[in-house]
């Protein structure tokens, strides 16, 4: 589960239910600011839908025009 890839771009797994979404905004943030063309994806199941933080992290995205994409599991 805690893999990374920095240099792949793969920023980490981590353990908590809907933590990734957050990572992403920042992640995506980053581009923005940095001007690259690069897109962050956060990955998480169905059970992320229902976390706060994964709501504010995608309103927050929406706020901020981030180039973020959620993808979704459903398993
Ligand atoms: C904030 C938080 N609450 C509870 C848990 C305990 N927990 C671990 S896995 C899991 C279910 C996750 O379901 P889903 O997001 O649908 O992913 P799936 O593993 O089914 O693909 C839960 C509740 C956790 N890791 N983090």
Do not use: W, Y
């Not at 809907?18 to 905004?25: D, K």
């Amino acid at each position: 589960m805690h893999i990374a890839d920095m240099d792949k771009g793969m920023l980490g797994a981590n353990a908590i239910v809907g933590g990734s979404p957050p990572l992403a905004v920042g992640a995506a943030l980053t581009q923005q600011l940095t001007g690259t063309d690069r897109v962050a994806v956060a990955f998480s199941g169905d059970g992320a839908s229902n976390q706060g933080k994964t709501m504010e992290a995608m309103n927050m995205a929406v706020i901020l025009q981030v180039p973020m994409a959620r993808l979704l599991a459903r398993c």
